[in-house]
């Protein structure tokens, strides 16, 4: 086999493991069963953690204390209190193990309002700084502490090979000697060095390596997809990270959700054990991904022996029935299904991880040095960390007439929807767990792009003027632009080609025409991959990279702009870690392909001075022919760009779902699993009043092409509670002027019959009055769609959907009702 023997920094400790088996020993399998199950927080009590014994509880992306966003640090400890308090009840003669909280803080402790949020590992990548990473280490554990967890998942270490896939902007690198680099620093400021006194003490958290293994080389970079590497490949590319965080310590491996030849990882023997344990060596645990387990072929969420005999240590099981999978797997361990050997060896890695965290000699979360201290989330020595990471990570394409660095004492035009957006620049995985649905409001203390501009222009004697469009009272000397990719995460975030088409070509149009008005431009592009941005390129003088840079946007201007007296202050010096695409189908492209033609090859990045030959001349054609689409997707998981849901109860209260849940005097709507992490929405009508739920969208859709072409809308829905009242499938264009489809029957004939795909056909949908009162034929009124998608009614309802589109070629003479 291609895998190397690797040796950890973390030296067997014998003391250790003679506790470990002295625990061990009087531990029952109901006792060892609930190490290995971990619950999310909002599915599991204080008693459940006594009663089932359990070992770990995890929150998701957004999930809360109370689920209340703005949660202070000491409401997380409170919470991590009660979970301690219950696991240390030994009242009914259970032997003590003390519990862990485990959160995804990728790039900052994400969950929590007011965090250093740093950028994400793609930005890191292009600081070429692997110090610095260890910093980002040691100011994430702090907060993380701060909040009284103890176990941190990340860092991601995924090699990622299709820039198509959600997750780029979470890896360092397509090359994995970056990875490999990175992953040990990050690893040693999460921890601590293993070697040292530091060692996960109480400002230092245990960290996971994930996703094992081949997450980032996927066919097509389809999230939870295939990959095909030879063995070698999957060692060599895939591997590099798992090398370098084992040998700095790294105690905790998550298993991955995609498949190697067509086995998932989560039940794959020869990975997980063959490989990682018994070769590689490594002797923390293996804790599974969000319900994970559950792809495996022949089991379920509830009952899935075949992870454990793989190699699963921690089964993660968000599913509010959890506990039909302990009782499983105790009788499965009780029958020798799963053999008893094999669950010591699980629950002997948990302890072996907890000894060496020195829980069991710890006090409980408040009684820790840095618990509850609020002053330690978004501190401003954790903020000037993240602020040198975004000057680092900044990577300039282009530098026509050496026009950056700017002179801050010009007249300086802001624009773009990226200037002044906390939320877009701060990406995935921020307060929410896609990044979508928060304000500027969820980002106290924080500082965007437009901050740090009118910092340094204002303070050096110049004059910034912002507009969201680019208009101005006062032609500038120069106009920066910022704009690019709004936030996703995982799954959400996969691609079928690399063409930048956001916003429908407004930022492009917005570039050409400042510069057709004989204004020099810089464009700073937020995204979380490559893309395929020639025509904006040619519309720009300067064209400068920003990644999604998290909390600390201010940072952008340290170094776009000279010091009052002439001076570069922050040179730019970030390089490319992933090679940029000549055309928008080039895909996958690394470095070292033997076809290898990038517009921009890995590591370039211009610096301040040198010269460009770029010119405005790139190719802005292209052949669409991918592009062709039949589909209007309106919602796969999540509101699809530029969605978003609203509802609206019997008295006018009109809300937005921003986070996990809404509510108004009607109706409540929120995110729930159907097949993996909130994928669904549930809107639940009290029968108080009308009330009604929309995919909603300030820009007009048109889709009289769809009505042409035989469209329809189509849906996947499971009602769980029949209507108590009529219920009507609405297309509205503004106030007072929808039309209206009588749904009654369909949804009445869906109660209690599980998920079902309805398609309804546009032609259906009656005349409309338009804004102005009048009467229009459906052709024009297709013209004027702001929601596509409305559910109403003013009687009780529950039901869920998962999935919206518009269709052509779809439509039938009626309503058609099939399986999923």
């Not at 620049?425 to 500082?447: E, I, L, N």
């Given at each position: 086999m291609p895998w190397p023997k690797v040796t950890s920094v973390v030296a067997p400790d014998p003391a250790i493991e003679e506790k470990v088996e002295a625990i061990l020993a009087q531990m029952s399998v109901e006792e060892k069963v609930g190490q290995m199950i971990q619950p999310e927080i909002k599915q599991v009590t204080p008693q459940d953690i006594k009663d089932y014994h359990i070992g770990s509880v995890l929150n998701g992306g957004g999930s809360v204390p109370n689920n209340d966003r703005y949660a202070?640090?000491?409401?997380?400890?409170?919470?991590?209190?009660?979970?301690?308090?219950?696991?240390?009840?030994?009242?009914?003669?259970?032997?003590?193990?003390?519990?862990?909280?485990?959160?995804?803080?990728?790039?900052?402790?994400?969950?929590?309002?007011?965090?250093?949020?740093?950028?994400?590992?793609i930005a890191l990548g292009a600081t070429g700084n692997p110090e610095l990473i260890r910093q980002i280490g040691e100011v994430t554990a702090r907060e993380i502490a701060a909040i009284g967890i103890d176990w941190d998942f990340s860092p991601t270490v995924a090699v990622v090979r299709d820039d198509r896939w959600g997750r780029t902007y979470e890896s360092y690198s397509e090359d994995p000697k970056i990875v490999y680099d990175y992953a040990a620093k990050m690893v040693e400021g999460l921890q601590g060095a293993g070697d040292a006194d530091e060692f996960l003490n109480t400002e230092h958290v245990i960290a996971t390596a994930k996703h094992f293994i081949g997450d980032g080389g996927t066919i097509n970079g389809i999230d939870r997809g295939d990959c095909v590497d030879d063995e070698q490949v999957l060692c060599d590319i895939h591997g590099a990270g798992y090398i370098s965080a084992i040998e700095a310590g790294v105690q905790s491996v998550m298993a991955s959700f995609n498949s190697w030849h067509g086995e998932k990882l989560h039940g794959h023997k020869h990975l997980l054990t063959t490989v990682l344990k018994d070769t590689m060596g490594f002797d923390g645990l293996v804790v599974g991904d969000w319900n994970g387990h559950g792809f495996i072929e022949g089991a379920s969420v509830l009952d899935c022996p075949q992870a454990i005999n793989a190699g699963l240590d921690i089964f993660m099981v968000p599913d509010p029935d959890w506990k039909v999978l302990f009782q499983n797997t105790v009788e499965q361990i009780n029958s020798g299904v799963i053999p008893m050997e094999r669950a010591d060896d699980a629950v002997r890695r948990i302890l072996r991880v907890k000894l060496r965290a020195g829980l069991f000699e710890r006090e409980k979360p408040s009684a820790r040095p840095l618990a509850g201290r609020d002053e330690v989330i978004g501190s401003p020595e954790h903020r000037a960390v993240a602020r040198q990471a975004?000057?680092?990570?900044?990577?300039?394409?282009?530098?026509?007439?050496?026009?950056?660095?700017?002179?801050?004492?010009?007249?300086?035009?802001?624009?773009?929807?990226?200037?002044?957006?906390?939320?877009?620049?701060?990406?995935?995985?921020?307060?929410?767990?896609?990044?979508?649905?928060?304000?500027?409001?969820?980002?106290?203390?924080?500082?965007?792009?437009?901050?740090?501009?009118?910092?340094?222009?204002?303070?050096?004697?110049?004059?910034?003027?912002?507009?969201?469009?680019?208009?101005?009272?006062?032609?500038?000397?120069?106009?920066?632009?910022?704009?690019?990719?709004?936030?996703?995460?995982?799954?959400?975030?996969?691609?079928?080609?690399?063409?930048?088409?956001?916003?429908?070509?407004?930022?492009w149009a917005l570039l050409q025409k400042l510069k057709a008005e004989g204004i020099p431009v810089v464009s700073l592009f937020i995204t979380g991959r490559p893309l395929w941005v020639n025509r904006e390129l040619n519309a720009s003088d300067a064209f400068v990279v920003i990644w999604q840079p998290g909390t600390e946007g201010a940072g952008v201007g340290d170094v776009l702009f000279t010091t009052a007296s002439g001076e570069i202050a922050h040179p730019i010096k970030g390089k490319l870690t992933f090679s940029w695409p000549r055309t928008p189908d080039q895909g996958p492209l690394n470095v070292g392909d033997t076809d290898y033609d990038p517009l921009f090859p890995y590591g370039f990045g211009l610096t301040y001075g040198e010269v460009d030959t770029l010119g405005d001349d790139l190719p802005e054609e292209y052949d669409a022919s991918f592009e062709a689409s039949d589909e209007m997707p309106v919602f796969n998981r999540r509101p699809m760009e530029p969605f978003s849901i609203i509802l609206e109860g019997c008295k006018n209260d009109r809300v937005t779902l921003t986070g996990n849940a809404a509510e108004t005097t009607s109706i409540s709507?929120?995110?729930?699993?159907?097949?993996?992490?909130?994928?669904?929405?549930?809107?639940?009508?009290?029968?108080?009043?009308?009330?009604?739920?929309?995919?909603?969208?300030?820009d007009r859709q048109v889709m009289v092409d769809y009505l042409e072409n035989d469209g329809a809308l189509v849906f996947e829905l499971r009602v769980d509670s029949a209507p108590t009242a009529p219920v009507t499938l609405r297309l509205g264009c503004g106030p007072n002027s929808n039309s209206d489809l009588d749904i009654t029957d369909t949804v009445k004939s869906l109660a209690d019959k599980g998920w079902a795909k309805v398609t309804v056909p546009l032609h259906l949908f009656p005349d409309v009055g338009s804004d102005f009162g009048l009467v229009l034929p459906p052709e024009e009124f297709f013209y004027r769609i702001l929601e596509p998608f409305t559910l109403v009614t003013q009687g009780a309802l529950d039901l869920r959907f998962s999935f919206v589109e518009v269709q052509k070629h779809k439509a039938g003479k009626a309503i058609e009702v099939s399986a999923c």
């Open positions: 202070k640090a000491s409401d997380w400890v409170a919470l991590a209190d009660s979970f301690f308090d219950a696991a240390a009840d030994c009242s009914d003669g259970k032997v003590y193990v003390p519990m862990m909280w485990g959160t995804d803080a990728v790039h900052g402790v994400g969950n929590v309002v007011g965090a250093t949020l740093f950028p994400h590992n975004v000057r680092e990570s900044l990577v300039m394409l282009k530098n026509k007439n050496q026009l950056l660095p700017l002179n801050p004492k010009q007249k300086i035009l802001v624009a773009g929807d990226g200037a002044d957006n906390l939320s877009k620049q701060a990406g995935g995985w921020s307060v929410t767990w896609q990044g979508t649905g928060t304000t500027r409001k969820d980002f106290p203390g924080a500082s965007s792009v437009l901050d740090g501009i009118r910092d340094a222009v204002t303070s050096a004697g110049g004059n910034v003027e912002f507009n969201q469009d680019g208009a101005y009272s006062e032609k500038p000397d120069v106009a920066i632009v910022v704009w690019g990719e709004s936030p996703y995460a995982e799954m959400q975030g996969d691609v079928q080609n690399l063409l930048y088409k956001e916003s429908a070509g407004r930022d709507v929120s995110c729930v699993d159907r097949e993996v992490q909130e994928d669904a929405r549930r809107a639940l009508w009290n029968g108080e009043g009308e009330g009604f739920v929309a995919l909603s969208t300030r």
